[in-house]
């Protein structure tokens, strides 16, 4: 039962971790938002950018499924029993 809490708990902290991913992810298709947007002003191409920007929204889509993932785990192993930290 001491092993299923280690789990529980390292699975909470992975949690966190990333919840914190995801929100500097946001941040960052923010952030290339406003540079495609200052870009086009400026009247320089966006290829490259809209690219980077296609790449960062697939990273946090990834993020994101991983954090799900981690929700079952920690679901799991609080219906297992393991849940009273």
Do not use: F, P, Y
């Amino acid at each position: 039962m001491e092993t299923a809490l280690l789990s529980l708990a390292d699975e909470r902290k992975h949690l966190a971790q990333a919840d914190r991913d995801i929100a500097m992810g946001e941040e960052r298709i923010a952030r290339q938002v406003e540079l495609i947007e200052e870009m086009r002003v400026g009247g320089h191409s966006v290829v490259e950018a809209e690219k980077l920007l296609h790449a960062l929204r697939q990273c946090l889509e990834t993020w994101r499924e991983h954090r799900n993932e981690i929700l079952r785990a920690i679901l799991r192993l609080e219906s297992d029993g393991a849940g009273a930290d």
